[in-house]
């Protein structure tokens, strides 16, 4: 071979090698991108963005976000940590799904708050699993006991942790239920020092969502006897043949999953209908809608029910053990945002879980809010956040 042949063939070598180097590194930073909430909708509006993953001690890698300081000329300097759990059917990115002057996470940014969004197991940002593949039984296996007892504890450490500092907390639905449990049990109060509660609940028997009833009174014991412990996914199985019927039943809501499950809002920019479900509803257990639809048949705030045999292996005892309510301090502070026209958090059951409580606690009430109007709701910045706001900076 002559010379300029072999530097022909070694510049062929090269260029062969960093187009393979690019296409890695591309094909890396695609996977990157189609991956998470900060490239898909935090770093898009100018927030700086952190990715992070967190491994609870039963295997599950759950996705966390931090939007480690505003736009508006914040800076982190003594940062308050906040975290934002959201509820069933949705994911962490439930709060950041509107414009930055009305989505939550970002109006905490932007207040100077240090802010961490969690995503629970089973959400499309948390499907990772140290040995349990997502189409295996046993990936499924859980309800919001989990959620409290794993999820929780392990994303609220590694933010306690990263941080330096405790942390306060801003649930909604369902990120209600599980703190308000895991304060019954004081696991989270060695991570948290404050938390705001929107559309809170302990008590679901009251609930007037047409699905979720649905759900509770009549398909969902019948369905896990048919298809065993699974995803709960409205794209396939039982979720589908659900949406199918009532889509059949009520035809004229049926673009509108996100009303269907939480009933009627009053300020829900309806054009942004399309958007919010690119995103949700997000998958949960079969297993966990059969929690939640066991607290809409009994009106109790109990472990899940494994029935009588299976309640004594798994409890010692034939009823699943309460979480009592009673039980939480009296000095924690916590505030508490519910609204008149909640089809899941019911007015009558907020004012039981209120009864309940020690303490009255920090009470707003909103007649015209609906469940998704604490999270995506147009004027829930004016309404709810900037009190949240101030309640979560006070002494
Ligand atoms: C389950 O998923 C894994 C990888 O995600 C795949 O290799 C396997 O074939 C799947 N098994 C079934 C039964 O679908
Ligand atoms: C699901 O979890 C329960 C309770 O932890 C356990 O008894 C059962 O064997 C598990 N089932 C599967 C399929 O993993
Ligand atoms: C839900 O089911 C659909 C259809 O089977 C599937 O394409 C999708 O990936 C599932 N969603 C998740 C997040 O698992
Ligand atoms: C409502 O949504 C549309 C479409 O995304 C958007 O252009 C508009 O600014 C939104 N209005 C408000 C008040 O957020
Ligand atoms: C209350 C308020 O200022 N809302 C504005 C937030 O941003 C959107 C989109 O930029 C505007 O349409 C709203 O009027």
């Known amino acids: 071979m002559r010379t300029r042949d072999k530097v022909q063939l070694v510049g062929v070598i090269q260029s062969a090698w960093w187009f393979l ?45 931090r939007i480690s300081a505003g736009i508006q000329g914040s800076t982190l300097q003594h940062a308050l940590p906040v975290f934002l759990q959201h509820g069933v059917l949705a994911g962490g990115e439930h709060w950041v799904l509107n414009s930055p002057n009305e989505s939550l996470a970002f109006i905490l940014a932007d207040s100077g708050f240090d802010v961490w969004i969690g995503s629970l197991r089973g959400t499309q940002w948390s499907q990772g699993h140290v040995s349990l593949t997502l189409n295996s039984t046993s990936y499924w296996n859980w309800t919001w006991d989990e959620h409290l007892n794993y999820d929780l504890p392990a994303m609220l450490k590694f933010v306690r942790d990263t941080t330096g500092s405790p942390v306060k907390y801003v649930g909604h639905s369902q990120g209600t239920i599980i703190f308000l449990a895991g304060l019954t049990q004081s696991s989270v109060t060695q991570y948290v020092d404050k938390a705001a509660l929107l559309a809170p609940i302990a008590y679901l028997d009251h609930m007037t969502s047409i699905v979720g009833n649905a759900l509770a009174r009549l398909f969902l014991d019948q369905a896990l006897l048919h298809v065993g412990i699974r995803e709960f996914n409205t794209s396939s199985g039982v979720g589908k043949e659900l949406i199918d019927l009532y889509c059949g039943l009520i035809p004229s809501d049926c673009s509108d999953l ?138």
């Open 258 to 395: 996100l009303t269907a499950f939480t009933g009627p809002n009053c300020c829900i920019n309806s054009t942004r209908l399309p958007f919010y479900q690119q995103y949700e509803p997000q998958p949960t257990s079969t297993k966990n809608i059969a929690h939640l639809s066991q607290m809409v048949r009994t009106g109790h705030f109990r472990k899940y029910d494994y029935g009588l045999f299976g309640n004594l292996e798994h409890y010692g005892q034939p009823i699943p053990p309460a979480y009592s309510l009673s039980n939480i301090p009296a000095s924690f502070p916590l505030m508490l945002a519910y609204g008149g026209i909640d089809a899941l958090a019911d007015v009558n059951d907020v004012k039981h879980l209120i009864d309940d409580l020690p303490n009255p606690y920090v009470l707003q009430y909103l007649p015209n809010y609906g469940h998704l109007d604490y999270t995506i709701g147009k004027s829930a910045n004016r309404d709810v956040y900037q009190p949240m706001i101030q309640f979560l900076k006070g002494n």
């Open 21 to 65: 180097l690019f296409l890695f590194l591309l094909g890396d930073h695609l996977e990157f991108a189609a991956a998470g909430i900060c490239s898909e909708l935090i770093s898009p509006l100018g927030y700086p963005c952190e990715e992070h993953q967190v491994t609870t001690t039963d295997g599950y890698i759950l996705g966390v976000q």
